[in-house]
């Protein structure tokens, strides 16, 4: 049971222009979504994160956007960089209003950006 | 702030024998996770702690994985009687959590596990 789907294995862009990966999920008690880039041989590293109570969230050069009625997210690399070449994760949780945040992240497969000079 | 860091980076066993891993979360980090991956795939949940207390437990985790956290700081995984499907990265992260504040959740470097 896929909860969250990242449906591209790979993309690949120009230095300079956009890139856009995207994600889908289907459990609706997601309420949390992170994105995470991962170079080879090391751990994931945190880009970005946003909240179902908004629809974008910018950081810099990267942008998330949520639309919660077709449970899909993106991320919006401008401009992109060679140095963005990696593998790029989109995770979700469900958080608890009771009193405490559960920990568990759903991931995606992943995307493989490839940025070409 | 060193970051999660986990020990070894790499082990190679055989078949039936036990292995043992170690994570290093941030210090001021309260909770720390335990994931696997496998090639192709995004990390698969296995369990979490905050502090001493080990909170959530995927089925993933059959009988013969079992993780500590004794005082609340470094965490062991270790596994027994190998078989060549865990081989896999094994990932620790930690972040920091009160209440119902959502937590961003920072990697180590995995340990990678082959099994013979």
């Known amino acids: 049971d896929q909860q969250v789907k990242q449906n591209s294995p790979s993309l690949s862009v120009q230095e300079g222009r956009i890139s856009i990966l995207n994600c889908d999920y289907t459990n609706s008690m997601f309420d949390y979504f992170l994105w995470y880039k991962k170079y080879p041989a090391e751990g994931p590293t945190f880009l970005i994160s946003i909240s179902s109570i908004k629809d974008k969230n910018e950081d810099g050069r990267f942008t998330v956007f949520l639309n919660k009625s077709a449970k899909h997210l993106s991320l919006h690399i401008v401009p992109s960089q060679p140095g963005d070449s990696a593998v790029y994760f989109c995770?979700?949780?469900?958080?608890?209003?009771?009193?405490?945040?559960?920990?568990?992240?759903?991931f995606g497969q992943g995307t493989i950006l490839t940025v070409h000079p | 702030d060193t970051g999660v860091s986990q020990n070894p980076r790499h082990k190679i066993t055989k078949r039936g024998q036990n292995v043992t891993f170690r994570c290093d979360p941030i210090s001021e980090h309260n909770r720390l996770y335990w994931y696997r991956q496998t090639l192709g795939q995004g990390p698969e949940f296995l369990t979490y702690f905050q502090n001493e207390a080990q909170l959530e437990k995927s089925r993933l985790l059959s009988d013969r994985f079992s993780a500590e956290r004794p005082k609340g700081s470094f965490s062991t995984l270790e596994i027994q009687r190998t078989e060549q499907g865990d081989s896999a990265m094994y990932l620790c992260a930690s972040s920091w959590a009160q209440g119902v504040t959502t937590d961003t959740q920072y990697f180590g470097p995995g340990t990678r596990l082959t099994v013979l």
């Open positions: 995770a979700a949780k469900k958080t608890n209003a009771g009193g405490t945040s559960y920990g568990k992240l759903t």
